[in-house]
Nanobody, 123 residues
């Protein structure tokens, strides 16, 4: 499977964005997916993950209550709804998929990555 992330952009603090992750084929439906982000000079960090059917999710503490991960397997697409954005959310956001159907917060457990979409939150 190949992944393509989109939806990033420039937004003011307090605003919202929805990121999308389009998968190339239906194997996506059997895989857990995750969103990660990387700010300049920092390591890639976990943001959110969802299992194969959307029944289980996990979030980084820094985004809990503000971000929501979801997926539409019929459309081979995953989403990250980001609300109440803060300047510290500024980063390149990557979607990823793993062969397992179950959630993981570790980037090393994901074997397929999208190209990243940049999110900039101005204060």
């Amino acid at each position: 499977v190949q992944l393509q992330a989109s939806g990033g952009g420039l937004v003011q603090a307090g605003g919202a964005l929805r990121l999308s992750c389009a998968a190339s084929d239906r194997t996506f439906a059997s895989r857990a997916m995750g969103w990660f982000r990387q700010a300049p000079g920092l390591e890639r960090e976990f943001v959110a993950t969802i299992n194969w059917n959307g029944g289980s999710t996990n979030y980084a503490n820094s985004v809990k209550g503000r971000f929501a991960i979801s997926r539409n397997n019929a459309q081979n697409t995953g989403y990250l709804q980001m609300n109440s954005l803060k300047p510290e959310d500024t980063a390149v956001y990557y979607c990823a998929a793993r062969r397992s159907a179950y959630v993981s917060t570790s980037p090393s457990e994901y074997d397929t990555w999208g190209q990243g979409t940049k999110v900039t939150v101005s204060s």
